[in-house]
């Protein structure tokens, strides 16, 4: 069973930066995109960055409009441990964030239906 394990988050104000971390208990060639969800209170939860980790010539990544240029995925060492970097943090960046992953054999990388494997959740709150 593979688990996804969320550390980091936090509170922080608007301009201020905080790093998430995700990593898989265990390697599975289920895995091939891991990411980040948030879902904010009262909204649908929604992608934010996704990275495409067998990807032999050089890392793919995607990102939310509403993130990029402020917000870098990124793998770790370990294949399937992720970073999330957040840097000029806005009030609207506030949520509750979700490490996914899973195979997307078909689908987009935007659509939360393709992801298997989830995280606990982690808190980031944004204040002005």
């Known amino acids: 069973q593979v688990q996804l394990v969320q550390s980091g988050g936090g509170s922080v104000q608007a301009g201020g930066s905080l790093r998430l971390s995700c990593a898989a208990s265990?390697?599975?060639?289920?895995?091939?995109?891991m990411g980040w969800f948030r879902q904010a209170p009262g909204k649908e939860r929604e992608v934010v960055a996704i990275i495409y980790t067998d990807a032999t010539d050089g890392l793919t990544t995607y990102y939310a409009d509403s993130v990029k240029g402020r917000f870098t995925i990124s793998q770790g060492n370990a294949k399937y441990t992720v970073y999330l970097q957040m840097n000029s943090l806005k009030p609207e960046d506030t949520a509750m964030y979700y490490c996914a992953a899973g195979p997307l054999y078909s689908g987009y990388w935007y659509d939360e239906s393709k992801y298997d494997y989830w995280g606990q959740g982690t808190q980031v709150t944004v204040s002005s």
């Open positions: 265990v390697n599975t060639y289920r895995i091939r995109y």
